[in-house]
């Protein structure tokens, strides 16, 4: 999206979306920490990429949805 060629309405509009939104992030170390540690499994420990993306991914959702 180019923002310098939005019309006004489209801003407004954007703008509105922004104002809604309504989930706070206030930092990504909870995420960057369970990727870690299922990366830590995945070299360390002998766990398989596959199953360790997936439990990652599991946590991660869990996280978000809390």
């Given at each position: 999206m180019d923002m310098y060629k939005l019309t006004p309405a489209e801003l407004e509009a954007f703008?509105?979306?922004l104002d809604g939104l309504d989930t706070p992030v206030m930092d990504d170390a909870v995420v960057m920490q369970k990727v870690m540690e299922q990366a830590d499994a995945c070299l360390f420990e002998g766990k398989d990429?596959?199953?360790a993306a997936a439990d990652a991914c599991r946590e991660v959702?869990?996280?978000l949805s809390e």
């Open positions: 703008t509105a979306f990429p596959e199953s959702n869990l996280y």
